[in-house]
């Protein structure tokens, strides 16, 4: 069993900034693949960012890249999403998740944290 606990949504003006954070607890692995994923409201969720464990290799979404950036911090076993220059567009429930390596799907998903950019 892997926990996910994503903390740090709220409410911001457009141009602002949030620090996602999302503490994993459980049976995870230095080889995991750590996502965070959006869904906006009638939206499908989509990536936003990942990172491994063990070497920090990132990817980021084109629509996020230069104001988002996924880090992490192996001791604390927690994963980070700094994003800068929020816009409305980014408005929706930002959850993270676990995919193994070599899974092609994540299969432990936290309960999601809100974030809300006014325009």
């Known amino acids: 069993q892997v926990q996910l606990v994503e903390s740090g949504g709220g409410l911001v003006q457009a141009g602002g900034s949030l620090r996602l954070s999302c503490a994993a607890s459980?049976?995870?692995?230095?080889?995991?693949?750590m996502g965070w994923f959006r869904q906006a409201p009638g939206k499908e969720s989509d990536v936003v960012a990942t990172?491994?464990?063990?070497?920090?290799?990132?990817y980021s979404a084109d629509s996020v890249k230069g104001r988002f950036t996924i880090s992490r911090d192996n001791a604390k076993n927690t994963v980070y999403l700094q994003m800068n220059n929020l816009k409305p567009e980014d408005t929706a429930v930002y959850y993270c998740?676990?995919?193994?390596?070599?899974?092609?799907?994540?299969?432990?998903w936290g309960q999601g944290t809100q974030v809300t950019v006014s325009s």
């Open positions: 998740a676990r995919r193994r390596f070599g899974a092609k799907e994540y299969d432990y």
């Open positions: 459980g049976r995870t692995f230095s080889t995991d693949t």
């Open positions: 990172i491994t464990w063990s070497t920090g290799t990132t």
